[in-house]
């Protein structure tokens, strides 16, 4: 048990003295992986469809990101892959509404400001805000990820409801509508977050939204999400421009949380006005993420 005490100790004490190095930088790959339940055996879809449908959503809920950082400073974004999840025929529609960044997601926890880069609705917006605050609570399990002991920290965090998924027929009676009228219902939910951060990297960043732990957080699960540190490069030859992202429109936040609320309602609500007009009775999966 000395031994490894030490061991970590001397770990923490070199990791700490490239931190002070001026041109310290560290590299970190993640993996985000959501798992879906969902019961196609009584869609009426065939089985060869259904299969080209699970192999679309996977497409869409992996996907690995890169995170650059030095001591005070992070860049988040993923890694460009082929996106082949709106294409479709035989009258399937498969709609996606995936939340997160589309770009860069810059963090600064000396300033505590953040900025993000994201598209959407075919507009560019530059999202600038104070970064997020949590109220971690350190817990005493351990376990190794990789080369590092981890330790766990647990906080609670406000995120939008999750609708039920749902498939079947586009024609949708009274009550069906009813049941799909978000308007009255909560929008937001306490979710449960645990993350794992290692003191062998001592500084407080993480992917995506997540800082503010006494080591870099190598793991994060949220309901059904999970993003986790596959690889770690730390002191490369070559360097990252940790640079704040300038273009796109600026908004806070909360301003371009409404306009997605706001789009995403007229989409809706286009989608079903298409549907009425033509009568088909094709089939469509609707997926909110």
Not at 148 to 156: E, G, I
Request: charged share 35%; hydrophobic share 30%; proline share 3%.
């Amino acid at each position: 048990m000395k031994k490894n005490i030490l061991k970590i100790t001397l770990s923490i004490l070199l990791i700490s003295t490239s931190l002070s190095a001026q041109n310290f930088q560290g590299k970190a790959i993640y993996e985000s992986k959501t798992t879906l339940d969902i019961d196609f055996s009584k869609s009426g879809i065939p089985a060869d469809r259904v299969k080209m449908i699970q192999e679309r959503m996977k497409n869409n809920l992996e996907r690995t990101y890169e995170l650059t950082f030095d001591k005070t400073t992070s860049i988040y974004k993923e890694e460009e892959k082929l996106d082949q999840t709106t294409s479709g025929g035989g009258g399937m529609r498969f709609m996606m509404m995936r939340g997160g960044v589309s770009g860069r997601h810059y963090k600064n926890v000396q300033t505590k400001r953040s900025a993000k880069e994201n598209e959407f609705s075919g507009k560019k917006f530059l999202i600038k805000d104070n970064l997020a605050s949590y109220d971690w609570k350190m817990e005493e399990e351990t376990k190794m990820i990789g080369e590092q002991m981890c330790f766990k920290a647990t906080t609670v965090v406000d995120m939008p409801v999750r609708r039920e998924m749902r498939f079947g027929r586009r024609n949708m009676n009274d009550e069906e509508k009813k049941e799909n009228d978000i308007s009255n219902k909560p929008t937001t939910e306490p979710v449960i977050v645990t993350a794992w951060y290692t003191l062998d990297i001592p500084i407080n960043q993480g992917p995506g939204d997540y800082w503010g732990l006494p080591g870099l957080i190598l793991e994060v699960s949220a309901r059904d999400t999970k993003i986790m540190c596959t690889k770690i490069v730390m002191n490369s030859k070559e360097k990252a421009e940790l640079k704040e992202p300038t273009k796109g429109k600026i908004v806070t936040q909360q301003e371009y949380d409404d306009i997605v609320i706001k789009k995403t309602e007229e989409m809706r609500e286009r989608f079903r006005n298409e549907r009425q007009k033509s009568g088909n009775e094709g089939r469509m999966i609707r997926i909110h993420n």
